[in-house]
Each structure stands twice: as C-alpha cells, then as structure tokens.
C-alpha cells in the first residue's frame, strides 16, 4: 500500500510541475500570440466558397515582434505583410502600444489545369508591453515592405543619461 502512495504522490508532484510549465509558457507566449477573426464585411460579397476560406483561415498565428531600448526612445517592430498604411490602427495606452487592422481576403480562381490560390486573413490585435514610459504624443510610424516600425520617445527626465567617467591611474 506504502508504494501506492509513493505512485500517487509522484503523480501529483510531476502533475503539478507540468501545471506550472504550461502556466509560464502560456503567460510568456499569450503577448506573441495573435487572434485573427473574420471582419465585419469578410463573406458577405463573394458567397460561400468566401465564407468557407475565412472559416478554415480565422483562428490563432503569431505576429512577430521585436522591442528595443535606445535609451531616448522605445521601438518597436512587427511583421505585418499584405498590409495597407489605412488597414493599421496604432495606440498607446498606459505603457501598452496596441496595433489593430485587418487583413483583407483575397482570391483567385481559374478553371482548367490551374490552381486556385488562396488567402484569408481577418482582424488582428497585437498587445506589446513597453518596458518604459514614453511621450506617446510624439510618437512615429512608418510601414515598409510588411515591418512595422513605431518610435515612441521617452519623456526627458526618463530619458537615460550618459557620464564619462575619469579613470587615474593608481599608485
């Protein structure tokens, strides 16, 4: 009976460890991780072959970003490709940089020996944590061969400072 117990405790304790892998990684990932949902208007113009594409493509992708410190400034890239400047929607709230939009269907269909060619997409937000307060005021854009690019400056008094340092030479 004593090994039964020893089985079940062990269980429990490789069960729990398990637990709290799944926990982090999910915590880790859930901002890397974005939600792709049909549009409002996304199978209503072209039928049902339209409606059947943005059910097999709607569901979950990554949207890669990178975030970096420059010490004047925060920026922050996305891969974003197939995208319109008008399709983005950027804002910055508390110290959250928030891109928004949505990828449009887009379909082509030939008869014969070719191949229809496929690709839906959907609306997307990507949330990103700033690691610093930054002057969203003043805040840039610019969009270039599918990347994202947003400068966010930092205000002045969280800007970094830099000091040189004198170095003697000891006796």
């Not at 410190?69 to 804002?91: C, F, M, N, R, S």
């Not at 805040?139 to 994202?148: D, P, R, S, T, W």
């Amino acid at each position: 009976m004593e090994t039964f117990q020893q089985l079940k405790h062990n269980i429990g304790h490789a069960w729990e460890h398990l637990a709290e892998g799944w926990e982090n990684l999910t915590h880790k990932a859930t901002s890397a991780i974005t939600r792709f949902t049909s549009g409002e208007n996304s199978g209503k113009s072209s039928g049902q072959q339209t409606s059947d594409l943005v059910g097999r493509n709607a569901g979950w992708g990554v949207m890669a970003a990178e975030v970096f410190d420059d010490g004047g400034k925060i920026i922050a890239t996305l891969e974003a490709p197939g995208l319109d400047t008008a399709d983005l929607d950027l804002q910055v709230i508390d110290d959250r940089l928030i891109v928004s939009g949505e990828k449009k269907i887009r379909k082509e269909r030939t008869e014969g020996h070719y191949y229809v060619k496929e690709c839906a997409y959907g609306r997307f937000e990507r949330t990103i944590d700033l690691p610093d307060e930054v002057d969203s005021a003043t805040a840039q854009a610019e969009y270039k061969n599918g990347i994202l690019r947003v400068e966010l400056p930092k205000p002045a008094h969280k800007r970094r400072k830099i000091v040189k340092v004198q170095v003697s030479k000891a006796n």
